[in-house]
């Protein structure tokens, strides 16, 4: 899939962020190594710290649907180009360091950069 596809896909998730405090929306398309995309969404909460990203709202419902294997995430949101907050760019270390993010204030302006660019020695466990 084009990244300006997955782009478009995210942008397209945005409108159903729950986002009654910051009223920023953030949507994210994950695409798996086999094709599929899963979509994301910020959802707030009262207690702040509770709030989940658009980005890890996607892993994770990507993973609970037995996926592991990623290639690219695609963020949009309403308020220009938004990059992984630091939680997001930890979480999806676990999984794929060489994950491609694609970013932008509109289809048509992408940047694309890879997670290690994000999270130059990110920290992880030897799995066992
Ligand atoms: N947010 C995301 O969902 N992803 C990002 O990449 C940046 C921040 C959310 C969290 C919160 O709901 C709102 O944007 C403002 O921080």
Same mark, same amino acid.
């Given at each position: 899939?084009?990244?300006?596809?997955?782009?478009?896909?995210?942008? &397209?998730? &945005? &409108?159903?962020?729950?986002?009654?405090?910051?009223?920023?929306?953030?949507?994210?398309?994950?695409?798996?190594?086999?094709?599929?995309? =899963?979509? $994301?969404?910020n959802?707030?909460?009262?207690?702040? $710290?509770?709030?989940?990203c658009?980005e890890r709202?996607?892993?994770?419902?990507? +993973?609970?649907?037995?996926?592991?294997? =990623?290639?690219?995430?695609?963020?949009?949101?309403?308020?220009?180009?938004?990059?992984?907050?630091? +939680?997001c760019?930890?979480?999806?270390? #676990? =999984?794929?360091?060489?994950?491609?993010?694609?970013?932008?204030?509109? #289809?048509?302006?992408?940047?694309?950069?890879?997670?290690?660019?994000?999270?130059?020695?990110?920290?992880?466990?030897? &799995? #066992?």
């Amino acid at each position: 899939m084009e990244y300006k596809e997955l782009y478009r896909l995210a942008d &397209k998730a &945005k &409108k159903n962020a729950y986002v009654p405090f910051s009223h920023f929306q953030v949507g994210a398309a994950l695409l798996t190594a086999d094709g599929q995309v =899963f979509t $994301g969404v910020n959802i707030e909460n009262s207690s702040f $710290g509770a709030t989940i990203c658009a980005e890890r709202t996607a892993f994770v419902k990507a +993973i609970s649907e037995g996926q592991l294997r =990623f290639t690219a995430i695609a963020v949009a949101s309403s308020g220009g180009e938004a990059l992984p907050c630091g +939680i997001c760019r930890q979480f999806m270390y #676990e =999984f794929c360091p060489n994950l491609d993010v694609i970013t932008g204030e509109d #289809e048509n302006s992408l940047r694309m950069r890879t997670l290690e660019q994000l999270l130059p020695e990110g920290f992880r466990l030897e &799995k #066992e």
